[in-house]
C-alpha cells in the first residue's frame, strides 16, 4: 500500500494533473482585434481536438513580436517565414498554407517602366522593411537578380503603397497579389505588374522545440484535420490558410540563398 | 360687417391701420434687414466651424504625413467627405504641392455662388507638411435658413392678418354694431323718435354709453312734451304778456302823463305866482285906496284893467300848457326849434324863481317827421331834469344852455347844465325806468324821453358828462329834401 501511494505520488510528480496552457503567438500582420477575431476560433478548436489550452498572444508591433520569437516566449508561434531562416531558437515548422508567397513589383499603368532595371535610381515604396512578400523578396530580386539600386520608401501597408504608385508619387511599389486584389477599382486599374518575385513557402504554424512532440504533433493534426471540415475551412481562410499542408523545415532552405539577409532590418 | 356706418369704417382704420401697417414693417424689416444679416452670420458662423474642422483634420493628418501613411489619409478623408454632405471635394497635397489624395483630381466646375474653398496649411513646428483644401457648397445650408426666414415671414404675415380678423369680428360685435345702432337711434332722436331700438347695454363703455344715451333720450322726450305744452300755452301767454306790457307802457304813460301834467300844475304855478303876486297887490291897492278915500273911477278902472292883464295872462298860460300837454294825431314834419321853445317856455318861469339862467341857441329851418308834442314833451323832461339836480345840489348861479344845430342830416340837440355831474355808476342808468336819484322821483321821466326819441322818432338820446355838469343830447333825423 505504501508503495503504491510511493508509485501514484510519483506519477503526479511527473505527468501533468491538469492539460498545461501553451501560448500561441501570432505575428501582429493586423491590428490587435482583428487577430484574436481570427485566431480564437482557431484556438478554441485546437483545444477541443487536443485537450491542450491555448493562450493567444500578439503584439502591438512586428519587430515587438519578433523580439518573442527570438527570446522563444511563446510556446507556439505563426510567423513570417523569414524566420525559418534565421530561427535562432529551433522553432520546427507544423502547419503552413500550400499556396507560396510571392512578391509583385507594380508601377502605374501609364509609366514608361517595362523592366525592373528601368527603376534604376528611383524611388519605390514598400510596406515595411521586413515584409516578407512585398518587401524582402522583391529587393532581394531587384539586388540580387537584377543589380538595380532602388531608394526604398516605407509607407507602412500595402494600400498605402498601391496609392503611392497610383498617385504617381513613387516609381513603384511593393506588394502581394492578394492586398492588391483587395485594393478598389480604380486603384487597381491604376496599376500594372511589372515584376513577380521568386516564390517561398508561405508564413507557418511553428512550436518551440522544448513543446513535447505528441503536443507538437496532436496540434498540426488537429489544424490538418480543421481544415477539411466545413466549420473550419472558413476559419482557417481567415489567416490566410486557404489549403493548409503540413510543413516542415526542409522547406524554408531554398530561402537562406535568396539574399535577403542584408536586407532584413532587426530593431534594437 | 357694419360697412354702412362711417364712423365705423374710420374706427377700423384707426384700429387697423397702425396693425397692418406694424406688421408689414416687421415683415419688411425681417426681410430686408433681419434676414440677410442673419444669414451673413450664418455664413461666417458656417466657415468658422469648417475651419475649425479642418484644422482638426489637419492635426490628425500631420502624423499621416510624416509617416507617409498614404492609405490611412485616403481613408480617413474618405470619411470626413462621406460624413459632410456640402463638401464637394476634399484635396490634400504634400509639401510639394503633389496630390496625395484625391486619386484623380476633382471636377473643375464645382464653382458657385454659394461655393466657398477653404485652404488650411498643415504645419509642423513651423515647417509646411502640406495643405488641406476643402471645397464647400453651403447653398443647402443656406437654403435651409431662408426657408426657415420664410417660414418666419409667412407666421409673421399670418399671425397679424388672424389677429385683424379676430379683432375686427371683436369690434364689430363689441364696438361696430352698438355703435351703428345708437347713431341710427340719434339720427331718430334728431327726427323726433323716440323709440328707436337700443344695443344691449353690456358692463363696458360702449354699455355705459348706450345708457347714458337711453337716458338722455327719456330726458329729451320729457322736455320736448314739456315744450310742446309749453309752446301750446306760449300764444295766450304771449298775448298776455303783450297784454301787460301794454298796460304797463299805458301805466307808464298814464305816471308819465301824471308826471308831466304834476310838472305842468308845478311850472302853472310857478308862471301864476308872479301874476297871483300882482293881482294881489292889485287888490291891496284897491282896498288901500278905498281906506285912504283915494278910490275914484281912475284909478278903480286902472286895478281893474291890471288885474284883467294878469287875468289873461294866467288864461294864456292854462291855454299854453293845454295845447303842450294835448297829444299829436298824427305824424307830421315840425320844427325842432318851436318845440324846443314851447317847452322852454314852460319851464321858464320855473327856473327863474329858482334863479337858473335858460340860454337857447337854437339854429332855425331845422325840420323832423314825427309828434312835435312828445318831442316837446321829451325836451321839457330833460329842462326839468336839469332843474331839479341844479336845485338838489343847491348850485349858486345855476345855468342851462339848449343850443340845436344840425349834423349830417341829423337835428341834435344838447342841453348843458352846471349841476355837477352825473356819477360815473348812474350815468349808464339813468335812461332805464323806474330809476331815480331823487327821493321822491318817478323815474321814468328820462326813460319816457329815450322812448319817445328811439321808438317813435328813429332818434338817439344820450347822456354824458361835461364840464361842470351833464351834458344830455337829443339827435332825430332831419327831414330829408326833397
Known amino acids: ?268 | 360687417m357694419n360697412l354702412r356706418c362711417p364712423a365705423c369704417r374710420k374706427l377700423r382704420i384707426r384700429l387697423f391701420l397702425p396693425l397692418a401697417v406694424l406688421s408689414l414693417a416687421l415683415v419688411a424689416y425681417v426681410q430686408l434687414v433681419w434676414a440677410p444679416s442673419s444669414i451673413e452670420y450664418s455664413k461666417n458662423f458656417y466657415h468658422r466651424m469648417q475651419d475649425r474642422q479642418l484644422g482638426n483634420i489637419a492635426e490628425g493628418l500631420i502624423p499621416l504625413l510624416l509617416s507617409d501613411q498614404l492609405a490611412e489619409i485616403h481613408t480617413s478623408l474618405d470619411t470626413f467627405k462621406g460624413e459632410n454632405g456640402d463638401w464637394l471635394a476634399i484635396e490634400l497635397f504634400n509639401a510639394k504641392g503633389e496630390r496625395l489624395y484625391p486619386l484623380e483630381p476633382p471636377r473643375t466646375d464645382l464653382a458657385g455662388p454659394d461655393v466657398d474653398v477653404h485652404r488650411r496649411p498643415i504645419l509642423l513646428e513651423g515647417r509646411p507638411l502640406g495643405v488641406l483644401q476643402v471645397t464647400e457648397n453651403h447653398h443647402q445650408l443656406l437654403a435651409d435658413i431662408r426657408a426657415a426666414h420664410h417660414r418666419l415671414i409667412l407666421v409673421l404675415l399670418v399671425v397679424p392678418i388672424a389677429l385683424l380678423a379676430v379683432l375686427a369680428v371683436a369690434l364689430e360685435l363689441a364696438v361696430s354694431r352698438p355703435v351703428a345702432q345708437l347713431a341710427d337711434a340719434s339720427q331718430k332722436l334728431a327726427d323726433g323718435q323716440f323709440d328707436a331700438a337700443l344695443p344691449e347695454g353690456n358692463q363696458d363703455e360702449i354699455g355705459q354709453l348706450v345708457r347714458n344715451f337711453a337716458s338722455m333720450r327719456e330726458e329729451i322726450r320729457r322736455n320736448q312734451a314739456d315744450l310742446l305744452q309749453l309752446n301750446a300755452t306760449l300764444e295766450q301767454r304771449v298775448q298776455e304778456e303783450l297784454t301787460k306790457n301794454r298796460e304797463k307802457d299805458m301805466l307808464l304813460i298814464q305816471q308819465s302823463r301824471l308826471a308831466a301834467m304834476g310838472e305842468m300844475v308845478h311850472n302853472i304855478a310857478h308862471q301864476w305866482r308872479q301874476p297871483l303876486n300882482a293881482l294881489a297887490l292889485v287888490i291891496r291897492n284897491i282896498k288901500d285906496d278905498y281906506e285912504f278915500g283915494e278910490l275914484g273911477a281912475e284909478s278903480l278902472n286902472r286895478a281893474v284893467t291890471n288885474a284883467q292883464n294878469l287875468l289873461n295872462r294866467m288864461s294864456t298860460t292854462i291855454d299854453d300848457f293845454r295845447d303842450f300837454f294835448r297829444p299829436d294825431q298824427e305824424s307830421k314834419p315840425f320844427s325842432l326849434a318851436d318845440e324846443v321853445r314851447a317847452a322852454a317856455a314852460i319851464m321858464e318861469a320855473a327856473y327863474r324863481n329858482n334863479g337858473i339862467t335858460l340860454e337857447l341857441d337854437l339854429h332855425e329851418g331845422l325840420v323832423a317827421d314825427g309828434y312835435p308834442s312828445l318831442y316837446s314833451q321829451a325836451v321839457l323832461n330833460i329842462l326839468a331834469n336839469a332843474k331839479e339836480i341844479i336845485q338838489a345840489r343847491q348850485i349858486e348861479k345855476g345855468h342851462v344852455t339848449v343850443r340845436l344845430r344840425e349834423a349830417e342830416g341829423w337835428g341834435v340837440l344838447t342841453v348843458n347844465d352846471n349841476g355837477g355831474g352825473i356819477p360815473p355808476e348812474v350815468l349808464p342808468k339813468i335812461f332805464d325806468p323806474y330809476f331815480t336819484t331823487k327821493e321822491q322821483g318817478s323815474g321814468i321821466g328820462l326813460y319816457m324821453t329815450k322812448m319817445i326819441i328811439e321808438k317813435n322818432m328813429n332818434g338817439q338820446v344820450a347822456a354824458a358828462n361835461a364840464d361842470d355838469g351833464a351834458r344830455l343830447t337829443i339827435s332825430v333825423p332831419l327831414q330829408k329834401a326833397p
Open chain 1, 1 to 268: 500500500m505504501k508503495n503504491l501511494f510511493a508509485l501514484l505520488f510519483l506519477w503526479l510528480l511527473t505527468a501533468p494533473a491538469f492539460a498545461d496552457t501553451y501560448t500561441f503567438g501570432v505575428v501582429p500582420q493586423f491590428e490587435q482585434r482583428k487577430t484574436f477575431a481570427i485566431w480564437s476560433p482557431i484556438l478554441a478548436e485546437l483545444e477541443k481536438r487536443t485537450g491542450q489550452r491555448f493562450e493567444l498572444v500578439t503584439t502591438a508591433t512586428i519587430p515587438a513580436f519578433e523580439k518573442l520569437f527570438n527570446d522563444g516566449k511563446v510556446d507556439f508561434a505563426y510567423m513570417n517565414p523569414y524566420y525559418m531562416v534565421e530561427n535562432v531558437q529551433g522553432y520546427l515548422p507544423l502547419v503552413r498554407d500550400d499556396k507560396p508567397i510571392v512578391g509583385i513589383l507594380v508601377v502605374r499603368r501609364d509609366s514608361p517602366y517595362q523592366t525592373p532595371a528601368d527603376l534604376e535610381g528611383k524611388e519605390v515604396a514598400f510596406p515595411s522593411p521586413n515584409a516578407i512578400g512585398a518587401s524582402l523578396l522583391i529587393r532581394a530580386d531587384l539586388a540580387r537578380q537584377f543589380h538595380v539600386n532602388i531608394v526604398p520608401r516605407y509607407v507602412k501597408s500595402h494600400s498605402s503603397v498601391y496609392l503611392h504608385v497610383a498617385q504617381g508619387l513613387t516609381a513603384g511599389g511593393g506588394g502581394v497579389v492578394k492586398t492588391l486584389e483587395e485594393q478598389k477599382p480604380e486603384v487597381k486599374d491604376a496599376l500594372r505588374v511589372l515584376y513577380t518575385t521568386r516564390s517561398i513557402p508561405s508564413h507557418p504554424v511553428s512550436a518551440h522545440p522544448r513543446i513535447p512532440k505528441k503536443v507538437r504533433e496532436a496540434v498540426r493534426e488537429a489544424l490538418l484535420a480543421l481544415a477539411s471540415t466545413p466549420e473550419g475551412k472558413p476559419l482557417l481562410a481567415e489567416v490566410p490558410m486557404t489549403r493548409p499542408v503540413a510543413a516542415y523545415a526542409k522547406d524554408y532552405e531554398p530561402m537562406r540563398g535568396y539574399g535577403m539577409d542584408d536586407l532584413f532590418v532587426r530593431e534594437q
